[in-house]
C-alpha cells in the first residue's frame, strides 16, 4: 500500500503509476499514522466545497508535528492557507482586492522587462540553469514589488521560502525542522523594519498588499493582529514563490519532451492561454493538500472518521480519467480544463490569475526568444512530495 512516510524509489521521478493506482484501486488510502490519502477528482471536489465537514484549521495536526509554541507552528497555524473563517476571509478579502484586474494590468509591462532583463542575462552562455537564472527568479521580484521589499534585500527570500515549504513534507529530519524554524525567526526579523517603514510610508493601498494588509482594519476595526500580518506577509512570499516557480520549470520541460507541441505554440502564440493550464494540470507544481474532517464521512465504503486529516491528491485528480480525456496526453488546447492545481472552493488560490500571468509571459517569451532551446544532463528534482519541480535544471539555449 502506498505510503507517505515510505515512497516507492521512484516516486519523484515518475510519480504517475503510483498516482494512477491509488486513484483507481486505493481512491481512500489508510496511512500508517490514521491519516487517508483521497485521489480522484470527483471527491476532491466534493471536499473542496464542503468547508464545514472539511476544515483548514491545522493546530490539531500541527501541534504534535512543530511543537505548539514553535516558529513554525505560529506560522502554519496563522497563515491563510490553514485557516478558515473569519481569519481566512478577512486576509483573502484584502489580497484579492489587491490583485485586481487593474493592479494586475498595470504589472504586466514591469513583468515583461523583467522576464527578457533576464533572457538578456542568459543569452550568449553556452548554458543556462533555468531555475536559478529564471524560473526562481520571476516570482522573487514579483512579490517582492507586490509587497514593496527593496530590490536589494530580495536575496535571502527564496531560501528562506524553500525551508519553510518544505517543513510541510510528511517527515522531516531534525535538521530541516531547524533551517525551517530558523527561516520563520529570520523572516520576522527581516519584515520588522519593512512593516514599521510603511506604516510611516504608506503606499498606493489599491496596488500595494503590504499597505492594504496593514490598514486593513482602519475603518471596521477588524484588522490583523501583529502576528497575523506577519505570517501573512511571509505566506504570500511562499505562496507565490514555489509554485510558480515550478509552473515555469514544468512548462519548459514539457515542451523539451514534446518538441512538436514547442513548434505548435510557436506557430500559434495564442494557445498559450490554455497552454498554461495544461502544463498545470499535466505536471501540478503543488501535488499535495490537506483538509481535516468534523465529522464521520464515507468515500467509497470506507469510513473516515472525525478529526481525521486527509492528504488530497490534486496530482492524480488532475489525471483522472473519468474527467479528462486521454489524461496523460499533454494537448495545448484543451477545453474544458477542470484541473485541480489551483485548489477549490472557499481556499481555491487567491493568486491564481498573477500565477497564469507570470507562467503566460514567461514561457510564451522565452520560446520565442529560444526556439531551439535543449535541456541538458544534470537535472535535479526538487525532492518534495507536496511540491513537484526541479531545484537544477539545466539546459543549452540551442536544439541538441
Same mark, same amino acid.
Given at each position: 500500500m502506498f505510503d507517505l512516510t515510505n515512497l516507492p524509489g521512484d516516486f519523484h521521478e515518475n510519480p504517475w503509476p503510483h498516482y494512477a493506482d491509488l486513484r483507481e484501486n486505493h481512491p481512500v488510502?489508510?496511512?500508517?499514522?490514521?491519516?487517508?490519502?483521497?485521489?480522484?477528482?470527483?471527491?476532491?471536489?466534493?471536499?473542496?466545497?464542503?468547508?464545514?465537514?472539511?476544515?483548514?484549521?491545522?493546530?490539531?495536526?500541527?501541534?504534535?508535528?512543530?511543537?505548539?509554541?514553535?516558529?513554525?507552528?505560529?506560522?502554519?497555524?496563522?497563515?491563510?492557507?490553514?485557516?478558515?473563517?473569519?481569519?481566512?476571509?478577512?486576509?483573502?478579502k484584502v489580497m484579492v482586492g489587491a490583485m485586481n484586474p487593474r493592479a494586475l494590468a498595470a504589472m504586466e509591462p514591469g513583468l515583461v522587462t523583467l522576464v527578457d532583463d533576464l533572457m538578456d542575462a542568459m543569452a550568449g552562455k553556452d548554458e543556462v540553469e533555468l531555475i536559478e537564472d529564471f524560473a526562481g527568479a520571476i516570482p522573487i521580484e514579483v512579490i517582492g514589488n507586490l509587497l514593496g521589499i527593496p530590490r536589494d534585500r530580495r536575496a535571502p527570500l527564496r531560501d528562506w521560502s524553500l525551508a519553510i515549504l518544505g517543513a510541510l513534507e510528511p517527515q522531516l529530519t531534525d535538521a530541516q525542522m531547524a533551517e525551517g524554524n530558523q527561516a520563520v525567526s529570520d523572516f520576522m526579523a527581516y519584515l520588522r523594519d519593512i512593516i514599521e517603514d510603511r506604516r510611516a510610508h504608506p503606499g498606493d493601498a489599491a496596488t500595494d498588499v503590504l499597505t492594504r494588509l496593514i490598514q486593513s482594519g482602519d475603518e471596521t476595526g477588524e484588522g490583523l493582529s501583529e502576528i497575523e500580518l506577519y505570517q501573512n506577509c511571509?505566506?504570500?512570499?511562499?505562496?507565490?514563490?514555489?509554485?510558480?516557480?515550478?509552473?515555469?520549470?514544468?512548462?519548459?520541460?514539457?515542451?523539451?519532451?514534446?518538441?512538436?507541441?514547442?513548434?505548435?505554440?510557436?506557430?500559434?502564440?495564442?494557445?498559450? *492561454? /490554455?497552454?498554461?493550464? =495544461? $502544463?498545470?494540470?499535466?505536471?501540478? +507544481?503543488?501535488?499535495?493538500?490537506?483538509? &481535516? *474532517? /468534523?465529522?464521520?464521512? =464515507? $468515500?467509497?465504503?470506507?469510513?473516515? +472518521?472525525?478529526?481525521?486529516?486527509?492528504? &488530497?491528491?490534486?496530482?492524480?485528480?488532475?489525471?483522472?480519467?473519468?474527467?479528462?480525456?486521454?489524461?496523460?496526453?499533454?494537448? &495545448?488546447?484543451?477545453?474544458?480544463?477542470?484541473?485541480?492545481?489551483?485548489?477549490?472552493?472557499?481556499?481555491?488560490?487567491?493568486? &491564481?490569475?498573477?500565477?497564469?500571468?507570470?507562467?503566460?509571459?514567461?514561457?510564451?517569451?522565452?520560446?520565442?526568444?529560444?526556439?531551439?532551446?535543449?535541456?541538458?544532463?544534470?537535472?535535479?528534482?526538487?525532492?518534495?512530495?507536496?511540491?513537484?519541480?526541479?531545484?537544477?535544471?539545466?539546459?543549452?539555449?540551442?536544439?541538441?
Open positions: 488510502c489508510a496511512q500508517p499514522d490514521g491519516s487517508f490519502i483521497l485521489s480522484r477528482h470527483a471527491d476532491l471536489d466534493v471536499i473542496y466545497r464542503d468547508t464545514e465537514t472539511f476544515i483548514s484549521d491545522k493546530r490539531a495536526v500541527f501541534g504534535p508535528k512543530y511543537g505548539v509554541g514553535s516558529p513554525l507552528y505560529e506560522h502554519h497555524t496563522t497563515s491563510l492557507v490553514f485557516n478558515d473563517a473569519p481569519l481566512h476571509t478577512r486576509v483573502r511571509i505566506f504570500i512570499l511562499n505562496a507565490g514563490h514555489e509554485t510558480t516557480t515550478n509552473l515555469i520549470g514544468n512548462a519548459l520541460t514539457l515542451l523539451d519532451q514534446h518538441r512538436d507541441k514547442r513548434a505548435d505554440l510557436l506557430a500559434d502564440p495564442k494557445l498559450i *492561454t /490554455t497552454a498554461v493550464d =495544461e $502544463f498545470l494540470r499535466l505536471e501540478s +507544481p503543488n501535488q499535495f493538500g490537506n483538509r &481535516l *474532517t /468534523t465529522r464521520d464521512v =464515507e $468515500f467509497h465504503g470506507v469510513i473516515i +472518521p472525525k478529526g481525521r486529516d486527509i492528504h &488530497l491528491s490534486m496530482a492524480a485528480a488532475n489525471r483522472d480519467p473519468r474527467v479528462f480525456e486521454n489524461p496523460d496526453d499533454l494537448q &495545448l488546447d484543451r477545453r474544458p480544463n477542470k484541473h485541480l492545481a489551483f485548489a477549490g472552493g472557499a481556499h481555491t488560490c487567491v493568486g &491564481l490569475t498573477l500565477a497564469r500571468m507570470e507562467g503566460r509571459i514567461a514561457v510564451e517569451r522565452f520560446i520565442a526568444r529560444f526556439p531551439d532551446y535543449s535541456l541538458t544532463p544534470g537535472a535535479i528534482r526538487g525532492g518534495r512530495i507536496r511540491f513537484r519541480g526541479y531545484a537544477k535544471l539545466p539546459a543549452s539555449l540551442k536544439l541538441s
